[in-house]
């Protein structure tokens, strides 16, 4: 089955600093999802794009849909110690109804 | 407060054993999903429902099953449990009402078999 290609795979930054992680595919998707998971815990949704160009925020989180619907970035400014977790995009691709498929995952870590 | 509850947070079971991890969700979703979550490998689709009595083959079904026999709740089964299905399990719900918004992941299971 596919997978998104997500890098990095992990980063350690320090606080205060501005991160960007990102995700391809080789397929087209309709709908593009950030999750973030807590350690010990389950992905939780941050923010979902649904149109080829949007760019949408939440709180520190900005996320884009890329323009030719292969892409998708995540930035995350001014990080803090509770940023720590591993971020996942995923995809729907047209035509698969609510099936999603994920990326790889980017670990952040962040240093006091 | 919504929830997808998986019914043990961590497992231990032997070689060869049947193993049935136990999902339950309380939103009236018609979708339900078991994908397993591996360092590296990010999250892959084992099987899914999209309603009462319905499965289908995700991306690694082999060695897996699946029941959901009510509308609130979806099996997850090990049929002859090996070393190599150690991993953290998910299962996910989600609906079409009111427009389709992603998933919502129960806590995971961390299974490890020995």
């Known amino acids: 089955g596919q997978q998104l290609n997500q890098s990095p795979q992990s980063m350690f930054i320090q606080e205060g600093e501005d991160v960007s992680m990102n995700c391809t595919s080789s397929?087209?998707?309709?709908?593009w999802l950030w999750y973030k998971q807590d350690p010990g815990e389950g992905p939780v949704l941050l923010i979902a794009?649904?149109?080829?160009?949007e760019l949408t925020s939440n709180g520190r989180l900005t996320a884009q849909f890329g323009i030719t619907r292969k892409d998708s970035f995540l930035n995350i400014s001014a990080s803090i110690p509770s940023d720590v977790g591993i971020y996942f995009c995923?995809?729907?691709?047209?035509?698969?109804?609510?099936?999603?498929?994920f990326g790889t995952g980017t670990r952040l870590q962040v240093t006091l | 407060d919504v929830k997808v509850t998986q019914s043990s947070r961590y497992l231990v079971k032997r070689t060869g054993e049947k193993v049935f991890l136990e999902c339950v969700q309380d939103?009236?979703?018609?979708?339900m999903f078991w994908y397993r979550q591996d360092p590296g490998l990010g999250l892959r689709l084992i099987y899914f429902?999209?309603?009462?009595?319905?499965?289908e083959k995700g991306d690694i079904p082999e060695g897996y099953s699946v029941s959901r026999e009510k509308k609130e709740r979806f099996s997850l089964i090990l049929e002859s449990a090996s070393t190599n299905q150690t991993s953290m399990y998910l299962c996910?719900?989600?609906?079409?009402?009111?427009?389709?918004?992603?998933?919502?992941f129960g806590s995971g299971t961390r299974l490890t078999i020995v």
């Open positions: 996910a719900s989600s609906t079409w009402r009111g427009g389709w918004n992603g998933y919502t």
């Open positions: 397929s087209i998707f309709n709908t």
């Open positions: 794009l649904y149109k080829a160009g």
């Open positions: 995923a995809g729907q691709l047209t035509g698969t109804a609510s099936k999603l498929t």
């Open positions: 939103m009236d979703h018609e979708n």
């Open positions: 429902s999209y309603d009462v009595k319905m499965k």
